[in-house]
């Protein structure tokens, strides 16, 4: 139905930089919110950062300021720039969406995750 294909995750030292995309593709009337959510071992799912259609964003307190959100409307497709990583971003990033099929039936789809390591 809908597919979420995630990248850019990785191995990086702290303080370092790194770039998530999320590119969504199939039955896909209109996306209206983007999203980042992470987990880390032991811990519960938490928003990193979502953004609307009309380019209003939101963080998660401990990313404001080091993590950017942005989105590709033309291509269905979210980036999270993340800088100034630190040890506890070590994390499963999913991409969610929130979006309408073609019966304008408001829906939610999540990607695979991608894991971001941040270590010395």
């Known amino acids: 139905q809908v597919q979420l294909v995630e990248s850019g995750g990785g191995l990086v030292q702290p303080g370092g930089s790194l770039r998530l995309s999320c590119a969504a593709s199939?039955?896909?009337?209109?996306?209206?919110?983007m999203g980042w959510y992470r987990q880390a071992l032991g811990k519960q799912r938490e928003l990193v950062a979502s953004?609307?259609?009309?380019?209003?964003?939101n963080y998660g307190d401990s990313v404001k300021g080091r993590f950017t959100i942005f989105r590709d409307n033309a291509k269905n497709t979210v980036y999270l720039q993340m800088n100034s990583l630190k040890t506890e971003d070590t994390a499963v990033y999913y991409c969610?969406?929130?979006?309408?099929?073609?019966?304008?039936?408001?829906?939610?789809?999540w990607g695979q995750g991608t894991l971001v390591t941040v270590s010395a």
């Open positions: 199939g039955r896909i009337f209109s996306i209206y919110v």
């Open positions: 953004i609307t259609s009309g380019g209003s964003t």
């Open positions: 969610k969406i929130g979006y309408t099929d073609y019966a304008r039936n408001p829906l939610d789809a």
